[in-house]
């Protein structure tokens, strides 16, 4: 099956910096990969996603990319802002089997004012 | 916040106990998950189900128990076999090829 590695799993910055968040993964049979915000007490919520035949993904401040032959993707976060601070999962799976979806352990972000 | 909802928000049990969590969705989602969290580590799965009276066992389903009478309805059983069932459980819905869209959780707390 399916295994995520995420890191860092805790990430702290100045208000204004950038933050990258990596994560790898072992199934090359993954094409779909979505990050989660998740801030404290709160249900985790959709803030970008990917697909395999995509390499880069850019949402205002937040990007994505993805690295299908080193088996590796990126949360990028540009500007950040203090309501920025919470915690981020990446994941992994196949399309049309979110059963099989396999999430990171999470990195705590902090930006600090 | 609403499509999807857990309840309680917060539940207190003695160790020995069975108790069920709630998770109702209205976004007409085939699929359903239960999930739980535990601090510094990602989701892992229970159950999930893809559709109504059928369901299969995720990573950790030992000591939770599922029922799926209903589209909407997805609660979970988390039994006295459950050796540590202190966790915030997260349920989830999604539509075919759709993102999974979370509930906002129940924190159960076993004494």
Redesign the interface.
Known sequence: GEN?E?HP?TLSVQEGDSAVIKCTYSDSASNYF?W?KQELG?????II?IRSNVGEKKDQRIAVTLNKTAKHFSLHITETQPEDSAVY?CAATL??N??D??????TRLTVKP | DGGITQSPKYLFRKEGQNVTLSCEQNLNHD?M?WYRQDP??????IY?S?IVNDF?K?DIAEGYSVSREKKESFPLTVTSAQKNPTAFY?CAS?G??????????TRLTVT
């Not at chain 2, 510094?40 to 799965?45: I, M, T, Y």
């Not at chain 2, 075919?96 to 959780?105: A, I, S």
């Open positions: 995520v995420q799993s979505p989660y709160k249900r985790p919520q959709l996603d999962f399309m049309y979110n059963n979806m396999r999430f990171g352990a999470g | 699929a998950y510094g580590q990602g989701l892992r799965l999930y893809q299969q995720g997260l999604s075919q090829g759709q993102e999974q869209y979370f509930g906002p959780g």
